[in-house]
T-cell receptor, first 110, second 120 residues
Framework: EDQVTQSPEALRLQEGESSSLNCSYT??????LFWYRQDPGKGPEFLFTLYSAGEEKEKERLKATLTKKESFLHITAPKPEDSATYLC???????????FGTGTRLLVSP | DAGVIQSPRHEVTEMGQEVTLRCKPI?????LFWYRQTMMRGLELLIYFNNNVPIDDSGMPEDRFSAKMPNASFSTLKIQPSEPRDSAVYFC??????????????????FGPGTRLTVL
């Protein structure tokens, strides 16, 4: 069965304190790995898509990387506005079906 | 661009009642997805459509759940009869999927604001 596991479940950082979120997966036939951000009371917002091991993508203070078994979302010098739940998802099979992890709740304190 | 529109935003109903959730995808998108989010199970795909045709409904919990997409700009998710364990936030998402020539490809899914359903 395709599985996505995110860690930690929750993370509290001080403003400016860099860290990484982990997404490990066991799937048959990975077609892509996706990171989303979700704010309370809102739908997930797309951040990145990674397709192959070794690929990296950056957006402002966020950088996503991918290996054959896991992905990391690195947050450099976070700000309070980066506080959100970060979701990882994998695309399996030939269609657009996504399997999501349960997310990491990030709180950045000023 | 209005984004994905869902209604109602909140729904409180009693066990046994019929519930209908509505979704308007982004204009021009040809794929539509219904998800359910709970604290215990996270975000789960219920069903998705491509060009108004259901492609995979393996995530639909049971026969009490049904979904339709009568045209490219409207979809419904119906629960009849509703039960307390159906309480969750239901999201609709849409994307544009190019044709299959040369292999599959993926475009990002845009999520609506969700409908928070409470079944008493």
């Amino acid at each position: 069965e395709d599985q996505v596991t995110q860690s930690p479940e929750a993370l509290r950082l001080q403003e400016g304190e860099s860290s990484s979120l982990n997404c490990s997966y066991t799937v048959s036939g990975l077609r892509g790995l996706f990171w989303y951000r979700q704010d309370p009371g809102k739908g997930p917002e797309f951040l990145f898509t990674l397709y192959s091991a070794g690929e990296e993508k950056e957006k402002e203070r966020l950088k996503a990387t991918l290996t054959k078994k896991e992905s990391f979302l690195h947050i450099t010098a976070p700000k309070p506005e980066d506080s959100a739940t970060y979701l990882c998802a994998v695309q399996v099979g030939g269609f657009q079906k996504l399997v999501f992890g349960t997310g990491t709740r990030l709180l950045v304190s000023p | 661009d209005a984004g994905v529109i869902q209604s109602p935003r909140h729904e409180v109903t009693e066990m046994g009642q019929e519930v209908t959730l509505r979704c308007k995808p982004i204009s021009g998108h040809n794929s539509l997805f219904w998800y359910r989010q709970t604290m215990m199970r996270g975000l789960e795909l219920l069903i998705y459509f491509n060009n108004n045709v259901p492609i995979d409904d393996s995530g639909m919990p049971e026969d009490r759940f049904s979904a339709k997409m009568p045209n490219a700009s409207f979809s419904t998710l119906k629960i009849q009869p509703s039960e307390p364990r159906d309480s969750a936030v239901y999201f609709c998402a849409s994307s544009f999927r190019p044709g299959l020539a040369g292999g599959s490809s993926y475009n990002e899914q845009f999520f609506g604001p969700g409908t928070r359903l409470t079944v008493l």
